[in-house]
């Protein structure tokens, strides 16, 4: 079993985890009734 050698130090532990994020959510004002949403999407109260 693989076990470090060494202690893994804070600056290599944070660039291994660069690209562990969270995806940047796309937001639209709507034009008709001002609020905020997910383009491409319709609103509850839309029909």
């Known amino acids: 079993?693989?076990?470090a050698k060494?202690?893994?130090s804070r600056h290599r532990k944070a660039k291994r985890r660069t690209?562990?994020?969270l995806p940047k959510v796309t937001i639209v004002?709507?034009?008709v009734?001002?609020?905020w949403s997910?383009?491409?999407?319709?609103d509850r109260d839309r029909k």
């Open 33 to 35: 009734t001002g609020e």
């Open 1 to 3: 079993m693989a076990v």
């Open 19 to 21: 690209h562990v994020k």
């Open 6 to 8: 060494r202690r893994t």
């Open 29 to 31: 004002k709507d034009p």
């Open 38 to 42: 997910v383009p491409h999407r319709v």
